[in-house]
């Protein structure tokens, strides 16, 4: 029995409000793996910002490549982990790209504060977009109805 995901099935899963693991390898240690916001639409890119001094950037920007895996916590459990080229490196933030993100994680009045909290980060981060390359899925819900 498969527990891989289809390409429709992995990519809305990719598309929901979940934090990421993003992973970036190093030449010289180990990766960095770090929670982040992200954002994704079914057969686009994906987009993450972060601050423009930031090891995540540096290390972005030198590797060219980075990783992404969310999940499920709670059963049946899934996955999803994709990993791709960097097809942009942004020196600049979207204002309505940063705000979608926000509210896309956040309550909207918490959103609303946060975005007027950190209205710097409009100046001081950077735009990531990455596009889907190699994926790797596993949804548990096939194992668990057929063992049930």
Same mark, same amino acid.
């Given at each position: 029995m498969s527990l891989a995901m289809n390409a429709a099935d992995r990519e809305a899963f990719l598309a929901g409000a979940h934090v990421a693991v993003l992973g970036i390898g190093a030449p010289d240690g180990p990766p960095l793996l770090v929670p982040v916001w992200y954002a994704?639409?079914?057969g686009g890119e994906i987009v993450v910002l972060t601050g423009r001094k930031s090891v995540k950037a540096r290390r972005i920007r030198a590797a060219g490549r980075l990783g992404l895996c969310v999940q499920r916590e709670t059963a049946p459990?899934?996955? #999803?982990s994709v990993e791709g080229p960097v =097809? /942009?490196?942004?020196d600049r933030v979207? /204002? /309505?790209e940063r705000a979608a993100l926000a509210h896309r994680y956040l309550p909207p009045e918490t959103a609303r504060a946060y975005l007027a909290a950190t209205v710097d980060q409009l100046t001081t981060d #950077? =735009? #990531?977009r990455m596009r889907p390359e190699r994926w790797r899925t596993a949804d548990f819900a096939s194992f668990a109805t057929a063992f049930s």
């Amino acid at each position: 029995m498969s527990l891989a995901m289809n390409a429709a099935d992995r990519e809305a899963f990719l598309a929901g409000a979940h934090v990421a693991v993003l992973g970036i390898g190093a030449p010289d240690g180990p990766p960095l793996l770090v929670p982040v916001w992200y954002a994704y639409r079914p057969g686009g890119e994906i987009v993450v910002l972060t601050g423009r001094k930031s090891v995540k950037a540096r290390r972005i920007r030198a590797a060219g490549r980075l990783g992404l895996c969310v999940q499920r916590e709670t059963a049946p459990y899934k996955y #999803v982990s994709v990993e791709g080229p960097v =097809t /942009a490196f942004e020196d600049r933030v979207d /204002a /309505a790209e940063r705000a979608a993100l926000a509210h896309r994680y956040l309550p909207p009045e918490t959103a609303r504060a946060y975005l007027a909290a950190t209205v710097d980060q409009l100046t001081t981060d #950077v =735009t #990531v977009r990455m596009r889907p390359e190699r994926w790797r899925t596993a949804d548990f819900a096939s194992f668990a109805t057929a063992f049930s």
